[in-house]
């Protein structure tokens, strides 16, 4: 870890330890930014691990901070409700005109009958039949590299693969790929922080993204069933005579879904390794330990950071009871640093006895749909640099997102040296 971001993180240590609890807003944007939730988290997950912020820019809100907690609330659907007419699955309500019906932001049966639909496109048959496509696209990536040169690993990397498999998912024009990685983006921006400065600009770009994908549905819906994620929703019995909004709702979760979680991973094995070079030697002398790597960096990163619930009646978790109508908060960040569920948990070790054993992809009926695309994508391309690369050199510290949902990277500037 460089110098500054060290002081940084001893700083936010101090201040973390120095505030009053009824303070926190473990939530705020920029600790996520900055890399300095850490402390924060450490100290709920010790002390308070259900914790009550009766003020912030998202209203009050309880944050669950322990892994067996997180597991408690995300598998009550029964108390715990995603719907999206409750304010949505993320921290910041979604604003009324805004909000977007999706199988991740509804309850039971209905959840059900939605992901049931979808889930064949990601079946361990289908991800048998898209992996060599994977690869071939993971290596004509990679051989497109500049060696010695300074370039972005998010841009050049981790967006194009992610948006070349999506759009495959999809059954979109390749050349149209970049458009998924800028809409996912948008979903997720604040305004004022860089990608979109008003609410009125990022409905804007939503008319357009939401046009672009009702021409690709009722090119669908006039043609036989297949095999892409439109065909699906515009053939399935429980989602072929859904309203406009709530088609877009899901097309707005599978975008982000299969773009931000991948994408943010793959950077993030690029930062792991880097911060910790013996386990990238590690790596190099032992590629048959990518799977567990994979795992590894899953947990490590916790691409998503939190999500969220809104309680449909009391309850007592932590020692705390939690009101009917209350917000809650479960932070998968802090549910993967938890000391008393993972050994070690703020150590990156690539070989541990259980890598599987984390958080990042939920519990539930919730828990990613996708989550074996993710690992087989993560696979695939680290299998492909190893075969090529002795290493993938971190020159500085990352750009990260201006998000408290999205635990990602804007930019990353690495270097492959010259083999000598």
């Not at 936010?12 to 505030?19: D, F, I, P, T, V």
């Not at 100290?43 to 309880?62: A, I, M, N, Q, T």
């Not at 759009?167 to 604040?190: C, G, H, I, N």
């Not at 799977?291 to 809104?310: C, F, G, N």
């Amino acid at each position: 870890m460089a110098d500054g971001a060290m002081k940084l993180a001893d700083e936010a240590r101090a201040r973390a330890y120095s505030l009053p609890r009824e303070e926190f807003n473990p939530g705020d944007p920029e600790l996520f930014r900055t890399n300095t939730h850490w402390p924060y988290f450490e100290r709920l997950r010790r002390e308070e691990p259900v914790h009550w912020c009766k003020d912030s820019e998202f209203g009050p809100y309880w944050s669950i901070t322990k892994y067996n907690d997180i597991m408690t609330v995300d598998t009550n659907h029964g108390v715990f409700s995603s719907e999206a007419a409750l304010g949505g699955i993320t921290i910041r309500d979604a604003r009324p005109d805004l909000r977007r019906p999706s199988f991740i932001a509804m309850d039971p049966p209905k959840h059900d009958v939605q992901r049931k639909t979808v889930s064949p496109a990601v079946s361990p048959m289908n991800l048998q039949i898209l992996e060599p496509l994977i690869r071939e696209r993971a290596a004509a990536i990679l051989d497109s590299l500049p060696i010695g040169e300074e370039f972005d690993w998010v841009d050049k990397v981790s967006m194009e693969l992610t948006a070349m498999t999506l759009a495959t998912l999809f059954d979109m024009p390749q050349e149209d790929r970049r458009k998924l990685t800028y809409w996912s983006d948008v979903v997720t921006a604040v305004p004022g922080q860089g990608l979109i400065d008003t609410i009125e600009q990022k409905m804007a770009i939503f008319v357009e993204y939401h046009a672009y994908f009702t021409n690709l549905w009722n090119q669908r819906v006039n043609a036989p069933p297949a095999g892409d994620l439109i065909s699906m929703l515009a053939h399935g019995e429980a989602t072929r005579n859904m309203e406009p909004r709530e088609y877009f709702g899901n097309i707005v979760l599978l975008t982000v879904g299969g773009n931000d979680t991948t994408r943010n991973t793959i950077s993030g094995s690029i930062l792991a390794l880097n911060r910790n070079p013996d386990q990238y030697r590690k790596l190099r002398e032992n590629p048959g330990l990518i799977p567990s790597m994979v795992s590894e960096t899953i947990r490590w990163q916790t691409p998503l950071a939190h999500m969220r619930r809104i309680a449909t009646q009391d309850f007592d978790i932590g020692g705390k009871t939690i009101k009917k109508g209350d917000k809650v908060v479960m932070w998968y960040v802090s549910g993967n640093r938890d000391e008393e569920a993972i050994e070690r948990p703020n150590d990156y070790i690539i070989d541990r006895e259980r890598p599987r054993n984390h958080i990042s992809f939920g519990f539930g009926i919730h828990r990613c749909v996708g989550n074996r695309l993710a690992e087989l994508q993560l696979k695939i391309i680290w299998e492909e640099i190893l075969k090529r690369f002795p290493e993938v050199v971190l020159l500085e510290e990352p750009k990260r997102v201006y998000s408290t949902f999205v635990k990602g990277y804007e930019s990353m500037k690495v270097i492959i040296p010259s083999r000598n």
